[in-house]
Every structure is written in structure tokens, then in C-alpha cells.
T-cell receptor, first 118, second 111 residues
Framework: GAVVSQHPSRVICKSGTSVKIECRSL??????MFWYRQFPKQSLMLMATSNEGSKATYEQGVEKDKFLINHASLTLSTLTVTSAHPEDSSFYICSAKTAGQTDFYGYTFGSGTRLTVV | GQQLNQSPQSMFIQEGEDVSMNCTSS?????WLWYKQDPGEGPVLLIA?????ELTSNGRLTAQFGITRKDSFLNISASIPSDVGIYFCAGQRLGAQKLVFGQGTRLTINP
């Protein structure tokens, strides 16, 4: 089945620095990637949708200059948290699908990245 | 962002008991999904529902797509310790790529 690899699984960074999270589709072409944020004991909140080769579409309230998304290839999307602050500490999860895919069993999530900003 | 109304928020049950949880929405969804998330992991899809009224099983799990397209339920029969986790419903509207998630149901099982 479709596999999405997300790295790193955990990262601790100092306030003011930037952190990059990678999401790779290992055995399929991810034409669309979704980035979610999840606070403790809360649900997944969609941050942005990125289509390969296009600019990401951000959800209302998500700062595009703070959460930079790059989806330059069909197998890799990155989320960079710029000038991180403690309130950015969260669990970030990516999800990927192929164009025209309507079967959700192929709509795969990564294993998540726990970001802690100190 | 908008979320689905998922209940209950948490459940504490004995091993072997059946579990039922549901999601409701004020608007129509074209697809309903049920996911399970273990601590520190991404969600894993359990069941996908594509048609109103559809009843689908996956082992001890059964889920239904409500006739009104505004609700769905998930049942787990004869719970076992590995069923512990957080269960999320999710919906997708017609023509939309993104999913809308419920708030989650945290399942705890007492041995």
C-alpha cells in the first residue's frame, strides 16, 4: 500500500530558529499534499494544501510567511516553520494523495513530527 | 476551521464490551471516514464510506453513512486492549480535496 515517510519524528529547536519537516511518498506520486497541525488532546486542523508545482493554499488564520510549504517534486513536500516560538510547539502531520485518487485507502498520512520550541 | 461534532469525547470500558461512537454535521458530506490514531503516530484509516446508507465492516468494526449524509457512526464489537486509542471521524464534501475532522473519541479499556 501507499506509504508516506515523515521526518524528523521529533525535533527540539530554540526560539527564533527555523525548522524543516519533510514528507515523502515512497511508492506513489503525491500530486497533492496536506499539512495538519494537532495540539495535545485535540483534533487535526488543516493548515494548507499543496499541489505539486503550485503555490500552497493556506487555511484561514494560517500565516503563509511563517509556515513555508514547498512541493517541488511528486514525492517530496516540506514544511518550514520560520522563526519558531514556543506557541508553535505542536504535532505536525502530512498526508498525501495522487491526482484522481478517490479511494481513501490510498490517502495516506505520515507518522507525524513532534516539534518543541524552547 | 469547521469540525464535525463527534461524541462521546471519551469512553472507559471493560475489555470485551462493545463500543459505539458517532459524528454529526449541520451540512452534507459526500464521504465519511473513520480513523484511529495511536500516541505519537499519524491517523490510520479504518473504514471509508462513499454512499448514503452504506454499512461497511472491517473485522470487528462496523460503520454506517447516514441517510441524510449528515452523520455517521462507528461500532467496535468485543473490544480488546489494542483497540485503545483516539478515533476520529472525517468528512469530505463533494468537489473538495480536504477533509474535515471530528474532535475525536478517546477509548480506554480496562482489562
Amino acid at each position: 500500500g501507499a506509504v508516506v515517510s515523515q521526518h524528523p519524528s521529533r525535533v527540539i529547536c530554540k526560539s527564533g530558529t527555523s525548522v524543516k519537516i519533510e514528507c515523502r511518498s515512497l511508492d506513489f506520486q503525491a500530486t497533492t499534499m496536506f499539512w495538519y497541525r494537532q495540539f495535545p488532546k485535540q483534533s487535526l486542523m488543516l493548515m494548507a494544501t499543496s499541489n505539486e508545482g503550485s503555490k500552497a493554499t493556506y487555511e484561514q488564520g494560517v500565516e503563509k510567511d511563517k509556515f513555508l510549504i514547498n512541493h517541488a517534486s511528486l514525492t517530496l513536500s516540506t514544511l518550514t516553520v520560520t522563526s519558531a516560538h514556543p506557541e508553535d510547539s505542536s504535532f505536525y502531520i502530512c498526508s498525501a494523495k495522487t491526482a484522481g485518487q478517490t479511494d481513501f485507502y490510498g490517502y495516506t498520512f505520515g507518522s507525524g513530527t513532534r516539534l518543541t520550541v524552547v | 476551521g469547521q469540525q464535525l461534532n463527534q461524541s462521546p469525547q471519551s469512553m472507559f470500558i471493560q475489555e470485551g464490551e462493545d463500543v459505539s461512537m458517532n459524528c454529526t454535521s449541520s451540512s452534507i458530506f459526500n464521504t465519511w471516514l473513520w480513523y484511529k490514531q495511536d500516541p505519537g503516530e499519524g491517523p490510520v484509516l479504518l473504514i471509508a464510506l462513499y454512499k448514503a446508507g452504506e454499512l461497511t465492516s472491517n473485522g470487528r468494526l462496523t460503520a454506517q453513512f447516514g441517510i441524510t449524509r449528515k452523520d455517521s457512526f462507528l461500532n467496535i464489537s468485543a473490544s480488546i486492549p489494542s483497540d485503545v486509542g483516539i478515533y476520529f471521524c472525517a468528512g469530505q464534501r463533494l468537489g473538495a480535496q480536504k477533509l474535515v475532522f471530528g474532535q475525536g473519541t478517546r477509548l480506554t479499556i480496562n482489562p
